[in-house]
Structures are given as C-alpha cells and as structure tokens.
C-alpha cells in the first residue's frame, strides 16, 4: 500500500474530534512543545493556557495572565519543553516558564504586537508589530539585539531550520529572504498573486509552504528556492499552516468551514476536518498525527461556553477504540 492510501486508511479509522474549554473569547494561537507533551493556547481575552496530554486528553494545566490586550500569537522554545513566549498587542512579548506557571520575562516594544517566533537554535526570539518593525531579542539577556524596519507588510516571520537565513512574508505577495545575523536581503521570491499571510518550515528542512489571499498554499525547495508543488482546495485566503512531525502531511486552513490535509509529496487530499466557522491556527503534534486547531467560534455559537475552545482531531474513532478493547 502507498503512502497516501495509508494516510487515508489511517485517517478513517482515526478521524474523531474533541473540543475543549480554553478561554472566554477567540483563540489566537496554538502550539505544541517540543515533547508534545503541553499544548498552549493565545486569545483576544489577554491569557494564554496551557493544557497537558495525556493518550489523547488534554487538561488544563495552568493559566498565564499578564498580558493588557490580546495575545495574537505564542511559540515553544525548540528545544525547552517548559519555555514559551507570547507576543501581545500591549507592546509587550513575555516568556513564561511552565514549571512555575510564572512570567519568566518582559520585554517591551515599539508597537502592537503580531507575530513572533523562536530561533532553531534557541538563542533568539523575534517579534513583528502592525508597523512592520522586527525586532529580535537575545534569550540570554531578554534585550533586543537587532530591529529592522521594513517598507511592505510584514506578516509572518520565521527562521529556516538551519538558523542562518531569515524569512517573511509581504503584502506584496512574495517571500523575502535576509541573511541572519547580518539581516541583509538576499533574495524576494514572487509566488502568489496577493498577500502571502503564513510561512512554515517541514521538520525535515526539505521544504516550506506559503499561504497566501489568492486561496492557494504553494510548497517551496528550499536549497532551489522554487515552487514545486500549488495546492488549491480552499477558496478563501489561506490563514495558517502546519507541517506533521514526519513531513508527509501539509495542514492548511482558511474562512473555509474545512481544513485542508494534504500529501507533501504528491499533493494529494488524504482528508478534511470538518469546521463549523473559519481556522485561524493549526498546529501539527511533534510526534503523533494529532491536529490542534482552534476556530472563530466567538460570534457564530449563541452559548458563551462553546466559545475560546481549543480542538484535537485524529483521534481513534469510538469504534475502532471499542474493537480494540475487545
């Protein structure tokens, strides 16, 4: 058998969701630690949560206030499975060390924050505001070492997984590419006909993808830097994106009421994920085929408690768990 037809085998038998109270009003952000052993959670009501898993359960382990505005979006240390860091409209990004369920660190910026994201190698962290500033801070001593002011939207930002060069992506549509330390352009690659919204990197370094308004996710060579492969099963602007721990599989969501699972090296659809409003965060497990995402539930439940819920799918069917036991 295939590799497609054994993801899709895989994902028939396994294809449950599950949903969990996580904060009073719309979640930003997901991400699992290094371990996957936490989840965290980001969201408009200015908290982030952290859930543990256990076999497929997830329970809350602690809840991180600090924050005066909203978290839009959190990262895990790579490599330090109980430091994460939030990135919040306060002008402020903070670090949080699970152990203690205490703020580790405050750093302030220049603006309203967006984004954010961990150096490979742990050493950095940096920040994009509304103002397309970027900063970057040193983890050793929580102060910036770097900013770069950029003159198009910025709207992602990340690392290749060999620490040396710097991506974000525009509101031009196109992908640029700095050297780092020294944040010298070296390339702008043009691959959507609107404003590319999301990045990430596979954990194998092989590839990245892009999502963009044009509805299309496009997967890229990294050491060519070419487009090798265009998924185009959304209609609507591609808004997160993530890669499985093992690289075959490509999570991409939208305003579609579905998330998008995707062979990487074929392009094929091995499955949907049913949602009931738009995606805004997916985040593959390190380990297992188990898809955290969270929707914009806020406006479209008439009840308050289904609102901020963190979702898991892939799960065992109820079925095949009972057959199993017998």
């Known amino acids: 058998m295939d590799e497609v037809l054994k993801l899709q085998q895989h994902f028939k038998q396994n294809s449950r969701q599950k949903e969990y109270g996580a904060h009073s009003a719309k979640v930003h952000s997901v991400a699992w630690n290094c371990d996957g052993r936490k989840l965290a959670s980001g969201s408009f ?14 329970s ?8 005066t505005d909203s978290v839009d979006q959190l990262c895990w240390h790579p490599n ?18 699970s152990r203690s369920g205490k703020c580790a660190a405050t750093m302030q910026t220049k603006g309203e924050n967006i ?9 950095t962290i940096a920040v994009g505001n509304k103002e397309d500033l970027v900063t970057f801070f ?8 770097a900013q770069e002011q950029f003159k198009v939207e910025v709207n992602e930002i990340s690392w290749n997984n060999s620490n040396d060069l710097f991506f974000l992506t525009t509101g031009l549509g196109t992908v640029n590419i700095l050297s780092f330390p020294e944040l010298n352009q070296i390339q ?20 990245f993808a892009t999502g963009s308004a044009d509805a299309l996710v496009n997967l890229w060579d990294v050491t060519e830097l070419v487009c090798v492969r265009t998924f185009s099963r959304l209609d609507w602007p591609v808004r997160t994106l993530s890669f499985s721990h093992d690289g075959h599989l490509l999570a991409s969501a939208s305003e579609d009421h579905f998330i998008d699972i995707s062979s990487v090296h ?48 892939g799960l065992p069917n109820e079925s095949s768990t009972s057959s199993e036991k017998k």
């Open 115 to 123: 984004n954010i994201c961990w150096s490979p190698n742990g050493r």
């Open 266 to 313: 074929t392009g094929k659809k091995i499955c949907e994920v049913k949602c009931e409003s738009p995606t805004f965060t997916v985040a593959w497990h390190p380990k297992h085929h188990l898809l955290a995402f969270a929707c914009d539930d806020k406006e479209k439940y008439k009840h308050d408690r289904d609102a901020g819920t963190v979702k898991l799918f």
């Open 60 to 67: 809350r382990e602690q809840s991180y206030k600090g924050h």
């Open 138 to 145: 040193d983890t050793k001593t929580w102060k910036a070492k």
């Open 188 to 207: 702008s690659l043009t691959g959507h006909t609107a404003n590319c919204i999301c990045i990430e990197f596979d954990p194998s370094g092989r590839y």
């Open 45 to 58: 009501d200015q908290t982030a949560n952290v859930f543990c898993l256990d076999k497929d359960r997830l």
């Open 80 to 97: 330090h499975p109980d430091l994460f860091a939030t990135a919040s409209g306060d002008k402020t990004v903070r670090t949080w060390d």
